[in-house]
């Protein structure tokens, strides 16, 4: 069983930091892309940034900039560094990997964490 736990959230005035945290447990072969998408109150999720097994990373225009995705694959976590925030930028957090289970199986599956919550105040 896979497991993806996110930490890291908080609130947040403007213009300040903060650094998420995503840990991947359980059966684990080997993790392909991993990345972090976020949602608004009424809103949809929306990709926030994408980081792949060799370290190329994909943000979404909104972070540009600001956000840094980085992962540290001995430790099957993935970060997600988010500087001069911004109110909208309020949301739940989640994390995402593809993961292949085992060596018997050869299809890689895509797992979500529960997710973390951003609050930035004004």
């Known amino acids: 069983q896979v497991q993806l736990v996110e930490s890291g959230g908080g609130l947040v005035q403007a213009g300040g930091s903060l650094r998420l945290s995503c840990a991947v447990s359980?059966?684990?072969?080997?993790?392909?892309?991993m990345g972090w998408y976020r949602q608004a109150p009424g809103k949809q999720r929306e990709l926030v940034a994408t980081i792949t097994s060799g370290g190329a990373t994909n943000y979404a225009d909104s972070g540009k900039g600001r956000f840094t995705i980085s992962r540290d694959n001995a430790k099957n976590t993935v970060y997600l560094q988010m500087n001069n925030l911004k109110p909208e930028d309020t949301a739940d957090y989640y994390c995402?990997?593809?993961?292949?289970?085992?060596?018997?199986?050869?299809?890689?599956?895509?797992?979500w964490g529960k997710g973390t919550l951003v609050t930035v105040s004004s």
């Open positions: 995402n990997a593809e993961i292949r289970p085992s060596l018997g199986i050869r299809r890689f599956t895509r797992y």
């Open positions: 359980g059966s684990i072969f080997s993790i392909n892309d």
